[in-house]
């Protein structure tokens, strides 16, 4: 088995992981590989089986879902430390709900998903800061999600100017 102290210097230069002991970084780093893509590339598609989640190390992704009768819909542009395919963690997602493709060449950590919610169980310290920061990738998405909403219905309605409550 190659050396993870590669991964485990990637690990310890991100915020995310700041919490994190030596030991439970080198565990994080024996789930982990690194993937490369190339402009244009897909990491995954929507409906995809999850099988990752993906800390976007270099370059630019974008995430888009399928609008019936209305084409793709870009929902996200991920940039370097952003999180993709966060919902793998939760207990009910899996399958991936976007597509997600390479605007630029890309290198991402890929952490095995099945392996990560195990190690977040067995290791509740390590878990609980882990799922803590999902909690906040999450909660971040969601307000991104919420204020495109508001654009696209005002595009819609064509309504430029904020009604008073």
């Not at 542009?77 to 709900?97: K, N």
């Amino acid at each position: 088995m190659e050396s993870q102290a590669p991964i485990v210097q990637i690990l310890q230069r991100i915020p995310w992981f700041n919490e994190l002991s030596r030991t439970a970084l080198e565990k994080l780093a024996a789930i982990t590989k690194l993937r490369e893509l190339g402009k244009g590339e897909v990491l995954f598609r929507e409906g995809d089986a999850e099988n990752c989640l993906y800390i976007l190390l270099e370059g630019e992704i974008i995430l888009e879902t399928h609008v019936p009768g209305y084409g793709a819909v870009s929902i996200f542009r991920a940039e370097p430390l952003d999180v993709i395919g966060w919902s793998v963690l939760t207990p009910v997602v899996r399958q991936r709900t976007d597509t997600a493709r390479a605007l630029s060449t890309c290198r991402l950590l890929c952490f095995d998903s099945d392996m990560l919610r195990q190690y977040c169980d067995e290791d509740q310290v390590a878990g609980y800061i882990i799922m803590r920061r999902i909690a906040n990738v999450a909660a971040s998405r969601l307000l991104t999600t919420r204020l495109h909403l508001f654009g696209v219905i005002r595009e819609l309605t064509g309504d430029t100017h904020p009604k008073p409550e």
